[in-house]
């Protein structure tokens, strides 16, 4: 690990009260590894979460509250096919129902709308489709967003609250995108972490 992804780990130990051999960090080469790594030095098991279950209650009944559907979203079902939240009057609305911040996905529009961003010097482009994104997806990020908020961090439940708390300081630390920080997603060669 160089220096970036180096200080991005202490700084992923020190918020978990955690300390991960040099070795074993090593090893450690996608969010889904510093998940699974920080859940074994932390004694977490569980992976059924009693606060993605509630969020997505929130969600669904925000949704519901506004007519934007009539039957809850499942998982995998696709938020923004209802709720778009660069038009109109719904998604404000939704952001005051849910009582929660809320952040945006980024558009994925040819390069002249001016997409790229510098992020410590290198060249990020948003490469997800915001249309796609899940509920699943939707709950994570709201849950990140909010993690101070939602999430005893001397009190890590399960799998889903550590992943929301990774990706919190994940953001934090590189200015990346919410929506961009995936499971699947490398340090280095996807979100430009040396």
């Known amino acids: 690990m160089s220096l970036d992804s180096t200080e991005l780990l202490m700084s992923l130990e020190d918020y978990l009260h955690i300390s991960i051999p040099d070795l074993e960090a090593e090893k450690i080469v996608t969010i889904q590894d510093m998940v699974d790594k920080a859940a074994a030095y932390k004694g977490i098991a569980e992976k059924s979460s009693v606060l993605q279950a509630r969020l997505a209650q929130r969600v669904n009944t925000a949704l519901t509250e506004l007519q934007l559907i009539s039957e809850p979203f499942a998982p995998g079902d696709r938020v923004f096919t209802v709720l778009n939240p660069f038009q109109g009057p719904n998604w404000l609305q939704f952001c005051e129902i849910l009582n929660l911040e809320v952040p945006k996905p980024e558009i994925k529009d040819p390069p002249k709308a001016g997409l790229f961003k510098a992020l410590r010097g290198i060249i990020w482009r948003v490469s997800y489709d915001w249309q796609a994104i899940t509920l699943d997806q939707f709950l994570t990020v709201i849950a990140a967003a909010n993690c101070e908020k939602l999430i005893d961090r001397e009190a890590i439940r399960d799998h889903f609250e550590l992943y ?16 961009e920080v995936r499971p699947e997603k490398s340090f280095a060669n996807d979100l430009g972490i040396d």
Do not use: P, Q
Request: charged share 20%; hydrophobic share 55%; proline share 0%.
């Open 164 to 179: 929301c708390v990774i990706l919190a300081v994940v953001v934090e630390k590189t200015g990346v995108d919410f929506y």
